[in-house]
């Protein structure tokens, strides 16, 4: 599989695709000073405790207050309460937790009013972004992430990848970050550590540390419901998660973003760096790689499949369901059902790309068409749990109910990624009505009148619509005879058919558009 990253930056911000064999399966937009990014660490400031959901809300700066639940305290949330106190009171200078007593871990079964009170000042890390009418939710199980492992505070447990299924492999990581951790540090141990070195290991570890440090050096004197460190921008966090050997290209539009990223390609895996490529062309980048029209196909409400079925997406609040229909497919010669599997099949490859793409989370419900065969319905959820392993989401799918719905439940970090695919109508601007044909010859002649007695221009050419022309020639008398009568010059006319009925235009004697 051949996988490549085109990146697009505008004034607007940078939007980045993911291909896979020249198709498309993720978009990200990154937009300029984007806050509440998952993984930045804001001070926060309880604003309310809330015992029935064993919660609180808490001010982080935006207009609605986020989400602090109980469970994501993370249990050495007394031992950040702590260290928060120390420092705003500059009583301990120091960066590490060398010397740092840990407090101890909390009940997991308690209430949150044990724990944090009202006003209380304490660090917090986005766990979601703002999506809808939420706020933001958070943790205060801090951690920072890297390329090969995640460092997390005021712990000394050493957790590896469930990906890297070798025991001998994770017994080597594992002594090699055991030699390395600083104390009261634990370190997550992902999986693209696998095979690395000591040397690559070290460094990443050393630079998530850093990350550490320079948070705690900002804590002192950082405002409550700012924030106090951020991550990485979207771009350098998406090619530090998931840069592999597998990608080919990396392509750019932008000298200064192509310049930082090769320089963090170069930083993190320097035998990379090569593939950064800076994109010159002066056709748009994404029509250039067929990425435009792959999106417009792709994001609306019906999704057509190679074989004539097609999917139909519908999203609420509460969740997304998608419909299965075989369309204009006629049904193959041995049966029903298995006509039914082929196109369940071919729409779960769809499906799959499509939550990935539109990175659909919550709840989402499909139905596939029914088919009677147990055997087949099973067939249909391994095929389908096969596709999901290249979602880097985590998820849970459900088998085939008896009605042939399967329900899958999909982390949400982030809101969904929604693009019209539809356009404003030119005629009507997206109202529905257009102008009263009987006043569109007024409006031409007043700017005839304008162009030909106010700007003394000669020898025009109005362009419009076939039928308006036939209207303007029509008769003895016509209209194009009366013009000339009453302004003294003729008045070329000229049909362009890709006009829409209301529409036109003038052009001087030298073929330019007259601005009006």
């Known amino acids: 599989m051949v996988k490549e990253l085109i990146i697009d930056s505008s004034p607007l911000g940078v939007t980045i695709a993911l291909v896979e064999d020249k198709h498309l399966v993720e978009l990200h937009k990154e937009q300029i000073n984007n806050n509440y990014a998952v993984g930045d660490i804001y001070l926060g400031r309880i604003k309310k405790i809330m015992p029935g959901l064993n919660a609180a809300f808490v001010d982080v700066g935006y207009e609605k207050d986020a989400f602090l639940h109980y469970f994501d305290l993370g249990p050495q949330v007394q031992s950040l309460i702590k260290l928060t106190k120390i420092k705003r009171n500059g009583s301990v200078n120091g960066t590490l937790l060398d010397n740092f007593k840990l407090e101890g871990d909390i009940n997991k079964a308690g209430k949150i009013s044990e724990v944090v009170s009202k006003n209380l000042v304490l660090p917090v890390q986005i766990a979601k972004e703002p999506i809808s009418t939420k706020g933001p939710r958070l943790s205060s199980d801090l951690s920072i992430a890297g390329r090969y492992i995640v460092l997390v505070p005021f712990s000394n447990v050493i957790s590896i990848s469930k990906k890297i299924k070798s025991n001998t492999e994770r017994n080597r990581l594992k002594k090699i970050i055991e030699s390395i951790k600083p104390k009261n540090f634990g370190v997550i141990i992902r999986t693209v550590s696998e095979g690395k070195g000591v040397a690559e290991l070290q460094k990443d570890l050393l630079d ?8 705690i050096k900002k804590l002192p004197e950082a405002e409550p419901s700012k924030r106090v460190w951020g ?4 771009t350098s966090t998406l090619i530090r998660d998931i840069l592999s050997t597998d990608f080919t290209n990396v392509y750019v539009n932008d000298t200064n973003l192509f310049e930082d990223i090769r320089s963090y ?20 980048i994404f029509e250039h790689f067929g990425i435009e029209k792959q999106i417009k196909n792709s994001f609306g409400k019906t999704v057509n499949l190679a074989g004539g079925a097609y999917l139909v997406v519908e999203h609420t609040e509460a969740l997304h369901v998608i419909d299965v229909n ?12 298995e006509n039914a599997l082929q196109v369940n099949k071919e729409a779960a490859k769809e499906i799959a790309r499509q939550l990935r793409l539109r990175d659909m989370g919550g709840i989402v419900v499909i139905d596939f068409i029914d088919m009677h065969k147990p055997v087949n319905r099973k067939m249909l959820f391994d095929h389908l749990k096969d596709l999901m392993l290249l979602d880097r989401a985590k998820h849970t799918i459900l ?8 329900q899958i439940t999909r982390q949400r970090v982030r809101p969904e990624m929604n693009i019209v695919t539809s356009e404003k109508c030119p005629t009507c601007d997206g109202t529905g009505e257009i102008k009263a044909s009987i006043v569109l010859m007024d409006d031409i002649e007043n700017n005839l009148t304008y162009i030909l007695q106010e700007q003394n221009e000669k020898n025009i050419t109005l362009c419009v619509h076939p039928y308006i022309e036939a209207f303007i020639k029509k008769g003895f008398i016509s209209l194009q005879w009366k013009w000339f009568f009453k302004f003294g010059q003729r008045i070329k006319i000229r049909s362009v058919s890709s006009y829409n009925l209301t529409e036109f ?6 073929d330019e558009e007259i601005k009006l």
């Open 326 to 337: 075989s369309g204009n497919r006629t049904a193959s010669k041995e049966n029903q059902e």
């Open 505 to 510: 235009h003038f052009l001087s004697a030298k």
């Open 208 to 215: 998530s540390v850093a990350k550490w440090e320079n948070f």
């Open 231 to 234: 991550e990485m921008d979207r």
């Open 399 to 406: 088998p085939p109910s008896k009605f042939g719905l399967v």
């Open 265 to 284: 390609v170069h930083e993190i895996s320097p035998e990379m760096e090569k593939i950064v490529k800076l994109y010159k062309h002066k056709e748009p």
